[in-house]
């Protein structure tokens, strides 16, 4: 069975970075696209970006500059960034698999406050 | 980034039918499958349905989905208590080579 879970970075002040990583079970990370959604409290879901396990990735236009996403195939993971949060990056993230999101993590809240 | 397009909201009473749309353009609905998902307070967005109108296992007959060029909808018959929710399309957009989202459309169920 396909599992996806989040790492619980909780509070992030502003300006620095966020980290998340999402643990894959059930199936091999060699295989699929995997991604990052979040859903900002109150507010839709914004899709954020893939990566392959090759490390080829693509980002929302709107988070490029301050997105890198990662995978170790090696623990079956992958892993986001998001440089120099502001409040407005406050939202539960999640880790998904395919393009559009068939699979879908728990969700991990992050809240951005100094 | 552009998005798809959803009413904020619909109603319906227990037993009907009801029906929510899902305009897009020709990069994205016109050109890749829909995907509809049901979101609820707490709890990860759960899928309904992929690839136009399939339904992943353990999801009742009583969604169904249907596309027409670059809008979607997504009907559920039957409605009940328990469907009140906020639900979500989503495709893959040519153009942005990325996914785009529906805003949601909340669910009241009268």
């Known amino acids: 069975q396909v599992r996806l879970q989040e790492s619980d970075p909780g509070l992030v002040r502003p300006s620095d970075t966020l980290s998340l990583t999402c643990t894959v079970s059930g199936v091999s990370i060699r295989t699929y696209n995997w991604g990052w959604v979040r859903q900002p409290p109150g507010k839709g879901l914004e899709w954020i970006g893939y990566?392959?396990?090759?490390?080829?990735?693509k980002y929302n236009p709107s988070l490029k500059s301050r997105v890198t996403m990662t995978v170790d195939t090696s623990k079956n993971k992958f892993s986001l960034k998001v440089r120099s949060v502001t409040a407005a990056d406050t939202a539960t993230y999640y880790c998904t698999r395919d393009l559009p999101p068939s699979f879908w993590g728990q969700g991990a809240l992050v809240t951005v406050s100094s | 980034q552009s998005g798809l397009t959803q009413p904020p909201s619909a109603s319906g009473t227990p037993g009907q039918r009801v029906t929510i749309s899902c305009s897009g353009r020709s990069s994205n609905i016109g050109s890749n499958p829909v995907s509809w998902y049901q979101l609820l307070p707490g709890t990860a967005p759960r899928l309904l349905i992929y690839t136009d109108g399939q339904r992943p296992s353990g999801v009742p007959d009583r969604f169904s989905a249907s596309k027409s060029g670059t809008s979607a909808s997504l009907a559920i018959s039957g409605l009940q208590s328990e469907d009140e929710a906020i639900y979500c399309c989503a495709a893959w957009d040519d153009s942005l080579i990325g996914v785009v989202f529906g805003g949601g459309t909340k669910l009241t169920v009268l």
């Open positions: 990566v392959y396990y090759t490390g080829n990735t």
